[in-house]
């Protein structure tokens, strides 16, 4: 292997989050002021803050999509601030919005084949199980319509769906946000073990159900970061 090859290695496998002196717009309304913090391989970060805070702008600025952005966004070793939303979830990157998003005329199998790579069957395939092994309550409505789900099933629907993006990053807008609190449970259990598998995780959260278990818990208000514990 070469210098340059050992390089590249390096580079692709950091898969560390890096922000410095985000700010975000809504027109002519800044939404985001000079935000700056990072994610490391295998943490997870909880970003708190009362609604209205910037967490769901964040996010969508990390993504690339919502407001209009500036500053720094490194990922992996790579400036990304430049790139198309597509592109950083090719990379990645993978997002789950608050509103979830599902394709709700589909069925739970085919929003979840529908998002899987571009790879052989054998792959997608495998990457399902593994999906329905974290979340074992989709296995039971492969066939139900996604807008026949409780709220909590469809949270746990869109997570799914974007693990089959293999994401290495996952940016959660409010997860456990008005679900009943039994799917609660099973799905900060499934949350927490993605983290011991490896995966990164941003959380936005208000109800403290993850913050317990984070690296960091960051406070946002405002669109400014106030604190970090």
């Not at 969508?60 to 198309?84: F, K, M, T, V, Y």
């Not at 979840?112 to 395939?125: C, F, G, H, Q, V």
């Not at 709220?151 to 997860?175: C, N, V, Y």
């Amino acid at each position: 292997m070469t210098p340059t090859q050992k390089h590249q290695e390096v580079r692709v496998s950091d898969a560390g989050l890096h922000v410095s002196q985000l700010n975000a717009w809504y027109g002519q309304a800044q939404a985001l002021f000079d935000v700056s913090l990072s994610v490391n391989a295998g943490e997870l970060v909880v970003l708190q803050g009362l609604n209205g805070a910037g967490k769901s702008s964040l996010l969508q600025s990390l993504i690339g999509i919502g407001p209009r952005a500036s500053g720094q966004i490194e990922w992996a070793g790579q400036r990304i601030d430049g790139w198309a939303a597509h592109r950083r979830a090719q990379a990645g990157l993978g997002f789950v919005a608050e509103d979830r998003r599902l394709f709700s005329g589909l069925s739970v199998h085919q929003n979840l084949w529908i998002a899987a790579r571009a790879e052989s069957n054998a792959a997608k395939a495998k990457r399902f199980d593994r999906v329905l092994a974290l979340f074992p309550v989709l296995g039971q409505m492969l066939d139900r319509p996604a807008s026949q789900m409780s709220g909590g099933e469809q949270q746990m629907l869109a997570i799914a769906r974007t693990l089959m993006t293999s994401p290495r990053l996952l940016l959660l807008d409010e997860p456990c946000e008005g679900i009943a609190p039994v799917l609660v449970q099973a799905l900060s259990k499934a949350l927490l073990q993605l983290r011991v598998e490896g995966l990164s995780l941003l959380v936005a959260e208000q109800n403290n159900i993850l913050a317990a278990h984070a690296d960091r818990v960051l406070l946002l208000n405002s669109g400014q970061l106030q604190a970090a514990a």
